[in-house]
Nanobody
């Protein structure tokens, strides 16, 4: 099993920055890809960004491309989400998720971390 723990959320003013972390533990060798999702109140969960565990191949949602950067530190089994130029509409609970291969669903999820952007 893989366990994921997010951290780094908080309250920031519009235009500010935050960096989220997702620490993976357990059977990390089984991870193919890690991703960040977010869910705002009353809205569906939204894909933000993903990165393959073994190679640097990030991809992003159009809503965050150019403002958010996903990266990983394999030695620390940690994936990061650097969020710049934050907007009030970025306010949501941010989740880290893992999947075992490119065609499987994201089945392992962290508990989420709250990001609030004030105007």
């Amino acid at each position: 099993q893989v366990q994921l723990v997010e951290s780094g959320g908080g309250l920031v003013q519009a235009g500010g920055s935050l960096r989220l972390s997702c620490a993976a533990s357990g059977l990390t060798f089984s991870i193919y890809q890690l991703a960040w999702f977010r869910q705002a109140p009353g809205k569906e969960r939204e894909f933000i960004a993903a990165i393959a565990w073994s190679i640097d191949s990030p991809n992003y949602a159009d809503s965050v491309r150019g403002r958010f950067t996903i990266s990983k530190d394999s030695g620390k089994n940690t994936v990061y989400l650097q969020m710049n130029s934050l907007k009030p509409e970025d306010t949501a609970v941010y989740y880290c998720a893992a999947r075992k291969n490119i065609i499987s669903a994201y089945r392992t999820w962290g508990q989420g971390t709250q990001v609030t952007v004030s105007s």
